[in-house]
Structure formats: structure tokens, C-alpha cells
């Protein structure tokens, strides 16, 4: 059945031609591209007119000798035989990691391969250079499975979506902390048990703090912010607050004012400059995005032509892998690559506006002494930043030790106002716990 599946050998007469490709890893998203391969062969075929066989695969460990032998390719751990090998137009380097996995996608553009990545943090936090490396040389660089799993948004933000001038993005672009979020929300469980379970169901990234800092979503912004302004804003700067902040309590408030909390990716141009973050935030729960749960991601993006959501498994093997498999075949049915959708590869750095100037609703919860006077100092320094209050609810009991919570919803307010709020009633001894502030979307 393998002999079938790859029969090794020039295609012959009347038979489809062959692509050999090979593999730099083979874990989660390594496997699900080799059953897509298999599986899906005879629709490869008929939209390609080739067929795909996967011949090499490097391995750094020998564990992984028995399953790449299993599906008919050679287990190498030299990646210079994958590089040598002309047979082998197209690598996949699906390893992760910034060290090595960069020096071989270099070694592999200059050879002349076309490289397929699922590594958003190379390509985020130094990437620009493999870009314009990739034009020079002529070779496709396709990295859809870099964001959103198999949710396909970087297709259609170089293509489909080309005719939209676009203004804003946002998404949950993280399975890991959309699904903790989802867990501890819907079934009241406690952080560390939801992030056992998406360990387990494959969600998360090997350093799963990547995930719960929100730097994986961090590094999926960066390359969606390329490929929607076409400017490169430096990851190093893009402010990022993860879901490690957030409490239960804080969840039920959210849901008792009718939120959820999400993990979002925002950015948006004003005026040509970018503002961006990656911060949790209170969803109106009637909002799509509210209603985007487990491992699932959603990116919506609006433009000068309209709305566009989309929405998909983020992560996993099957998605991902389908999302590989997408780049290799592209490398077949394009010519010319085109791998940030720009004629030029090489962006101009983004200018940028300070998140902490954007204009929003706020959710702001202290835990304070239950004492006269205490609401109307707080409201007093929130009316001297000119915060306008909207609801506040205050419970007479809590889990919060000595504490109670009080929670205000505001007007439209500068963050920048709200956090020099915060700051005056700490520094008035007003608060007897950590105060936490959401935006609202
Ligand atoms: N760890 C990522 C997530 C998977 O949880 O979304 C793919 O990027």
C-alpha cells in the first residue's frame, strides 16, 4: 500500500507528475500533513495535476525514525542531503524554534527550494530578512499555517481580499487561551486544570507560557498586520498582556454585565499609523467573537469594502497540516511568488500610535474596605481624570479576603486616563488587593 501511495519513481506516461517535498520535523503538524497527502491524493492530483510524495524527512531524534518510515519516506538527520537532493523542490520546515529552523530556511531559499513554515515566531520576530530573501531568489515562502491554524487568512489577505482597502483586524488568534478562557467560564475550572487539558488535546505550543503571555498571538498580529497595511511593526514593541491576569472573579463580573472575556489581537490604522496590542478584553456577548469558543480562532477584518469574519480551528494537526499542504500545492499552481501580497517584500516599518492613547469603554475592579466613603473617593478620582462612570456593582461578600469588589464600568476614556485613575486610588490607600482593568470592545 505505501509502494502505492509513493511509488518512487518518475511518473510514466499518462500518469501525473510528481513533486517530491520534504520535511524538517515530524510532530503534531508533520503527521497531519502526511495523512492529508495520502488522503487527499486524488483531489492534489486533479488541482495540480501532480502528485505529492514526501521523501525525506529530517529527524533529530531516533523515535521518530519508525513513523517516517512508516509513510514511505527516507528519516535523515542531515539537512544538508534535503538541501543537496535535487529532486526535492519544496521543504517544509514545521521544527519551530528561532535558532536552527532559521539557518535552514536560509540555506534552503539559497539552494533554490521553496520553503513552507509554520514557524510564526521566526517569521514574526525576525522574519523580514527570509522575505526579502525569498524575492531575491524567486522561491515562494508560504507560511499560512503560521497563523490561525487552518483558518485560511493569509491566502486571502494576499488574494481574495485584495480589493479591500483594510483598516482594522482583530482576532483570537490563540486555541491555547481560547480554550482555558472557554473552560473557565463555562465549567467554572480552575486555570492550571484547563491548561492541562489543551496540553493534552495538542493545543498548545511546547512552551505553553508562550501561549498564556499571549506572545504566540503576539507573533500571528505581527504577520497578519504585514500582510493586511503592508508595514512591519516590530514584534519587540507590540504591547502584550496575557490571560495569566485573569480571575475567576473577574469573569463572573464580566458575564453579570453581559461580556465575556477574550484573549484579543487588535490593530488598526489611523491615519497611517498602526495601533496594536494583544490584551484580554470584555466581549459584548451578542458579538461573534463572544461566541467563539474552545480551541476555535476568529479574525475579522473590516475595510474600506466591508466586513470579513472568519472563523476555524486555530490549531491541531489535520488543520495545520492542511494548511501546509495549501502552501505546497500553491508553489505548484503559481508561478511567481508573491509571498507577502506586496510587489515588494521588503516593508517599511510601521509607525506607531500608543495603545495606551486609544479611546475605549473600561472595566476597572478593585478589591476595597467595606467603609463609608470609599465609592465616592473612587468616583472622585475617577471624575478628576475626567472618566465618565456608567454602571458599578459592589458586593457586600467575596472571596477576597478582608476586601469586597467594586466594579465600575466607564464611559469612553483613554486607557492612559484610566491607569493614572488606578495608580491615585492605590496611592490613596484606598484598595486592599490587586485592581485589574479590561478593555471593552
Ligand atoms: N499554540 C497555538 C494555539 C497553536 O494554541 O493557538 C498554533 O499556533
Given at each position: 500500500m505505501l509502494e502505492e501511495q509513493h511509488p518512487g519513481r518518475p511518473a510514466g506516461p499518462g500518469q501525473p507528475q510528481r513533486l517530491d517535498i520534504a520535511l524538517a520535523g515530524f510532530g503534531t503538524v508533520g503527521q497531519g500533513l502526511a495523512r492529508l497527502v495520502h488522503e487527499n491524493r486524488e483531489s492534489i492530483r486533479r488541482r495540480t495535476g501532480k502528485e505529492i510524495r514526501i521523501k525525506s524527512v529530517l529527524i533529530r531524534s531516533e523515535h521518530r525514525r519508525a513513523a517516517v518510515e512508516a509513510i514511505g519516506a527516507r528519516a535523515v538527520t542531515d539537512y544538508r542531503e534535503l538541501l543537496d537532493d535535487p529532486d526535492i523542490a519544496v521543504v517544509c520546515e514545521l521544527m519551530g524554534g528561532t535558532g536552527f529552523a532559521r539557518r535552514f530556511l536560509e540555506e534552503a531559499i539559497a539552494a533554490g527550494k521553496h520553503v513552507v513554515t509554520a514557524n510564526k515566531a521566526l517569521l514574526a520576530e525576525n522574519g523580514m530578512d527570509l522575505f526579502a530573501q525569498a524575492q531575491a531568489r524567486g522561491v515562494h515562502l508560504g507560511f499560512e499555517a503560521s497563523v490561525a491554524g487552518g483558518i485560511p487568512v493569509v491566502q486571502p489577505l494576499k488574494e481574495a481580499l485584495a480589493g479591500n482597502r483594510l483598516q482594522s483586524l482583530l482576532g483570537i488568534l490563540n486555541g491555547t487561551a481560547n480554550y482555558i478562557l472557554t473552560e473557565m467560564t463555562d465549567k467554572g475550572l480552575d486555570f492550571g486544570t484547563a491548561l492541562g487539558q489543551a496540553q493534552q488535546l495538542g493545543y498548545a505550543e511546547a512552551d505553553p507560557t508562550l501561549d498564556i503571555q499571549g506572545i504566540d498571538a503576539a507573533h500571528k498580529l505581527v504577520l497578519l498586520i504585514r500582510l493586511a497595511f503592508g508595514v512591519d511593526y516590530p514584534f519587540a514593541q507590540l504591547p502584550v498582556t496575557g490571560?495569566?491576569?485573569?480571575t475567576p472573579m473577574d469573569i463572573a463580573f464580566a458575564r453579570e454585565f453581559g461580556f465575556r472575556i477574550k484573549l484579543l489581537a487588535q490593530a488598526r490604522l489611523v491615519d497611517g499609523k498602526v495601533e496594536a496590542g494583544v490584551y484580554p478584553a470584555l466581549v459584548p456577548e451578542g458579538y461573534l467573537l463572544a461566541s467563539v469558543s474552545g480551541a476555535y480562532n476568529a479574525i475579522r477584518l473590516e475595510g474600506n469594502a466591508g466586513p470579513v469574519v472568519l472563523h476555524g480551528r486555530g490549531a491541531g494537526d489535520m488543520p495545520t497540516g492542511s494548511a501546509v499542504l495549501a502552501d505546497v500545492m500553491a508553489t505548484i499552481r503559481h508561478d511567481a511568488p508573491d509571498n507577502l501580497g506586496f510587489v515588494d517584500s521588503r516593508l517599511p516599518e510601521a509607525e506607531i500610535l500608543d495603545l495606551d492613547d486609544a479611546v475605549s469603554e473600561h472595566y476597572v475592579r478593585f478589591i476595597v474596605p467595606d467603609a463609608p466613603g470609599v465609592l465616592r473617593d473612587i468616583a472622585g478620582v475617577m471624575a478628576d481624570h475626567a472618566i465618565s462612570l456608567q454602571q458599578v456593582i459592589q458586593k457586600s461578600?467575596?472571596?477576597a479576603g478582608e476586601g469586597i469588589p467594586l466594579v465600575f464600568l466607564t464611559h469612553e476614556a483613554a486607557a492612559d486616563a484610566v491607569h493614572k485613575a488606578m495608580r491615585q486610588v492605590e496611592a490613596l490607600g484606598l484598595t486592599l488587593g490587586t485592581t485589574m482593568h479590561y478593555r471593552i470592545l
Open positions: 490571560i495569566t491576569v485573569v461578600r467575596s472571596d
